[in-house]
């Protein structure tokens, strides 16, 4: 199979629930995790003649996240009925947008260990979410098998964000890369916990193949409500590795809506595709339409803070791509900014804040005097569990500082060499391996206080020598 002649051509749906305190169109609270319908009204159960009112805070936060994706914020947005039947959509309709959204097209840059990507942004809009279908009895507790369905309503009326990408992704692991970090960019502008695990963020991929330098699109297939990293991008390979072949075998590659099976690794047809006429969308009678005055778009733009593809880049220069993106993408990069802006050299600083436990920022100064003293491997542990809890005092630990005095270590050196003849003879064989339990002896018999560094170089220079 020629598939080294075809390109990958992907966008991603990714739909995220705001972190407002009431639904979209009504006062219910948000509740993850209460009781079943226990946070319902006549406007999210669709009683006749109920009312929406749209929720401010949550057109506020679309157009926060909208300027962070430099998108076109709209003077005149809509929401429009998108009209479906199912039993989680108790009113027959979706309230969301469709001709006039808030968000325009914007743009996402994503930095790459060869540089950066441009993802264009399609458009990012506000819209209501659905009821949560729960499928009862049965063996499986999944739809096929179960004796019958129930819906919890807590969750219809969430306000949800979707963030629409141009078909600008070229590969799985581009796809992810995308996802990662503008999970981390709605985490941090504090709209959205956007966690998949919990259902606040989902995804729909669009995929589709071409030969590499050929123009346009053939047609594409969409895995909808995907809310797990490894099955996205594994149901994109799979989608690519299905689509090559069909072309090749010169069969017919229908658009339509996919399921991936983890279990096969196969993609197969979902249903057919609703065309946009199906839904029949027409503006929502019941909604002024959303004029956002130049000043608040103002205001927001203002708060949006530095994007965490900017902080990669800044970070990348000093500490390599990896790194940069790891410490940003854990979101462990303000810890290490912390150390590095007293002192802490700045690569030793991302390796602390990766594998430190959180502290407080009023520690950062006595943890960067802790660290540059060469303290214990214990001090250091019991410096940033208590710098987690509350202020320090860095005087408590400084006295514990590493033996890394030699004439100190030496004899210690000495006896643990005496004591373990075979070993000795095993390193001076050629298996430097060994070197790791002389050096744990050493730092057994000190009680950890040696500095492994010194003790490692002086066990060298006694067995070689
Ligand atoms: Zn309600």
Redesign the pocket.
């Known amino acids: 199979m020629s598939s080294v002649e075809w390109e990958l051509v992907c966008g991603l749906e990714v739909h995220a629930h705001l972190k407002t305190r009431t639904?979209m169109f009504?006062r219910?609270e948000l509740s993850y995790g209460a009781a079943e319908n226990t946070h319902?009204?006549p406007?999210?159960l669709a009683h006749p003649g109920a009312l929406p009112v749209p929720n401010g805070r949550a057109i506020e936060m679309t157009i926060l996240l909208g300027l962070a994706l430099d998108c076109e914020i709209a003077g005149h947005a809509v929401f429009a009925r998108k009209n479906y039947f199912y039993p989680d959509l108790p009113k027959g309709y979706q309230i969301s947008q469709y001709e006039a959204p808030l968000c325009g097209a914007g743009k996402f840059v994503l930095p790459t260990v060869d540089g950066e990507r441009e993802i264009g942004i399609v458009r990012a809009h506000l819209e209501e979410d659905a009821a949560k279908t729960v499928h009862a009895g049965g063996a499986t507790g999944r739809s096929v098998g179960a004796d019958y369905s129930l819906v919890d309503f807590n969750r219809g009326?969430t306000p949800l964000l979707e963030i629409v990408s141009a078909p600008d992704l070229r590969s799985a692991d581009e796809a992810m890369a995308y996802l990662r970090l503008l999970r981390q960019t709605i985490r941090e502008l504090g709209v959205s916990d956007a966690d998949m695990e919990k259902g606040t963020l989902r995804a729909d991929v669009n995929v589709s193949v071409r030969r590499a330098g050929e123009e346009g699109f053939r047609p594409r297939w969409e895995i909808k409500n995907m809310n797990s990293f490894r099955f996205i991008g594994r149901a994109i390979e799979a989608a690519f590795r299905q689509q090559v072949q069909a072309h090749e075998a010169g069969e017919e590659v229908v658009q339509s809506t996919y399921d991936y099976d983890a279990d096969t690794d196969r993609l197969t047809v979902h249903r057919s595709k609703e065309e946009a006429d199906d839904y029949r969308y027409f503006p929502e009678p019941d909604l002024v339409p959303v004029e956002p005055a130049a000043e608040l778009v103002e205001r927001l733009r203002g708060e949006v803070p530095e994007r965490p593809a900017e902080r990669i880049r800044r970070l990348a220069g000093e500490l390599g791509f990896a790194s940069a993106e790891e410490l940003v993408l854990t979101g462990n990069e303000r810890k290490a900014e912390a150390l590095a802006s007293v002192g802490v050299d700045l690569k030793d600083a991302a390796a602390i804040a990766m594998n430190r436990g959180d502290f407080l920022p009023e520690n950062a100064e006595a943890l960067a005097r802790i660290v540059q003293a060469n303290v214990t491997r214990e001090a250091l542990d019991e410096a940033f569990a208590a710098a987690a809890e509350g202020p320090i005092d860095a005087e408590q630990y400084l006295s514990q500082r590493t033996l890394g005095d030699e004439d100190a270590l030496t004899p210690v050196i000495d006896a643990v060499i005496a004591a373990h003849p075979e070993q000795v003879e095993t390193f001076r064989g050629g298996k430097e391996g060994v070197l790791g339990f002389l050096v744990g002896q050493v730092m057994r018999e000190t009680q950890g206080k040696a500095d492994p560094k010194v003790v490692n170089r002086l066990l060298r220079e006694k067995l070689r020598g």
């Open positions: 639904k009504c219910c319902t009204c406007v999210c009326g």
